[in-house]
C-alpha cells in the first residue's frame, strides 16, 4: 500500500481543516516546500497536494507552491483543487503535478474528465470520490450532489478510470479513524478499482487494517502535522 502524506494549502502555507469546514482551520507550517523536502528525505515518494484556495475560487490559485515543490524534490505529486477547464489542467501538469485529482468537475462535467482521461490516461487522472454519508459532495465539500458514492464510482469505472481518491469528509482531519467498513465493502465490490483512502487515518494500526483491507493506497495529513503519527513510524510501510 502506498503512503501519501497531504499538503492543504491557503494562502501558500500548510494548512489542516476539521471535517471540510474552512472555518475550522488550523495552520502548521509557513514554508510548504520544507515541508514536501522533509517528506522526500523519509522515504516518501509520493505526495497529495489540495489547493484549498482553488477548490473555493474554481481555478488553481498555488500553482507556483506546486512549482517550487515539483522542481525541488523527486515527489510523484498529484494535485488537486479549482481544476475544472482544459486550461486549468494544463497549468497543473505544466507546473510539475504527475496527476491530478478530478472531484467537484467530475460529478457536473463528467464528458470533460472523461475526454481528460482519453487525453492523458487514467494513470493521470484521478478521480476524487469526496463523500459525506453515501452522497458525493462537491464545490469544496460544501454541496451535497445527487450522486451517491457507490453510483459515481460504477459510472467512472465504466469509463475507464482506475484512481479513486475516497476522502469521508465527515471523518477528515478529526484524528478518529478512517472509514473502514466502507472501504473494506468498496473494495470487494469494485475489484478492477484502485481505491486511496483519506480522511481520518490517525495511528500506524489504521494503515496496517487499510492495506489489510486491500486499499491500494493511504493519505496521511493532520496524524503527520500533530504527530500522532512520526514520518519514522513509516519505514515498515516503505
Known amino acids: 500500500m502506498e503512503i501519501i502524506p497531504a499538503i492543504d494549502l491557503i494562502n501558500g502555507q500548510c494548512v489542516r481543516l476539521s471535517a471540510g469546514d474552512f472555518a475550522r482551520q488550523t495552520t502548521y507550517d509557513a514554508d510548504p516546500v520544507a515541508v514536501a523536502q522533509r517528506f522526500a528525505d523519509a522515504g516518501l515518494r509520493r505526495l497529495h497536494l489540495v489547493d484549498l484556495d482553488g477548490a473555493r475560487a474554481g481555478h488553481p490559485v498555488n500553482l507556483a507552491v506546486l512549482e517550487a515543490i515539483a522542481s525541488r524534490t523527486t515527489l510523484d505529486i498529484d494535485a488537486g483543487g479549482g481544476i475544472q477547464t482544459d486550461a486549468a489542467l494544463a497549468q497543473v501538469l505544466a507546473a510539475g503535478a504527475h496527476h491530478i485529482t478530478a472531484g467537484s468537475v467530475a460529478v457536473r462535467e463528467p464528458a470533460t474528465v472523461q475526454a481528460w482521461m482519453a487525453r492523458h490516461g ?117
Open 122 to 238: 487514467a494513470d493521470t487522472v484521478f478521480l476524487g470520490a469526496d463523500f459525506k454519508g453515501e452522497h458525493i459532495v462537491i464545490n469544496a465539500w460544501v454541496d451535497k450532489s445527487t450522486l451517491t458514492l457507490d453510483g459515481f464510482i460504477a459510472d467512472y469505472l465504466a469509463a475507464g478510470g482506475t484512481t479513486f481518491i475516497c476522502t469521508d469528509v465527515s471523518k477528515d482531519g478529526l484524528l478518529q479513524g478512517p472509514s473502514l467498513a466502507t472501504y473494506r465493502r468498496l473494495v470487494q465490490q469494485f475489484p478492477a478499482a484502485r481505491f486511496v483512502a483519506s480522511g481520518g487515518v490517525t495511528t500506524i494500526s489504521d494503515l496496517e487494517e487499510l492495506a489489510e483491507a486491500g486499499m491500494h493506497g493511504a493519505i496521511i495529513g493532520k496524524a503527520l502535522y500533530e504527530g500522532t503519527i512520526a514520518l519514522a513510524d513509516l519505514r515498515t510501510f516503505l
